[in-house]
C-alpha cells in the first residue's frame, strides 16, 4: 500500500478542502471496492476524518454506512480514525 503512504505524507501541505475529498475518494474505494476487497471499516474510517476536515458529503455517507454495521465495527473504525489523526 505504497501509495497510501506517499499520500497521507503529503496531506499535511494541502488544503482543508483538498484533504476532504481524497480522504472522501478514499472512503469510496473501501465502500464499493475499487481497486481492493470491500472494507466497511476502512471506508468509515476515512469518511469520519473526511467529515472531521469538513465534508458534508463523507458525513451522510458515514451515516448510511453506520446503519449497517455493527456496534463492534463502527467502535474499531472510530478507533482506527482517532489513531490516524493522533499520528497525523
Do not use: P
Not at 19 to 45: F, P, T
Not at 59 to 78: F, G, N, P, Q, V
Amino acid at each position: 500500500m505504497a501509495r497510501f503512504e506517499i499520500l497521507e505524507a503529503g496531506l499535511g501541505t494541502m488544503g482543508t478542502t483538498a484533504q476532504a475529498d481524497i480522504l472522501l475518494e478514499l472512503g469510496m474505494m473501501y465502500a464499493v471496492g475499487r481497486d481492493c476487497e470491500i472494507d466497511v471499516v476502512s471506508a468509515h474510517k476515512w469518511f469520519n476524518i473526511a467529515a472531521i476536515k469538513g465534508s458534508a458529503r463523507a458525513a451522510e455517507l458515514r451515516a448510511e454506512l453506520s446503519a449497517t454495521m455493527s456496534k463492534a465495527e463502527i467502535a474499531h473504525a472510530l478507533r482506527d480514525a482517532r489513531e490516524w489523526m493522533t499520528e497525523h
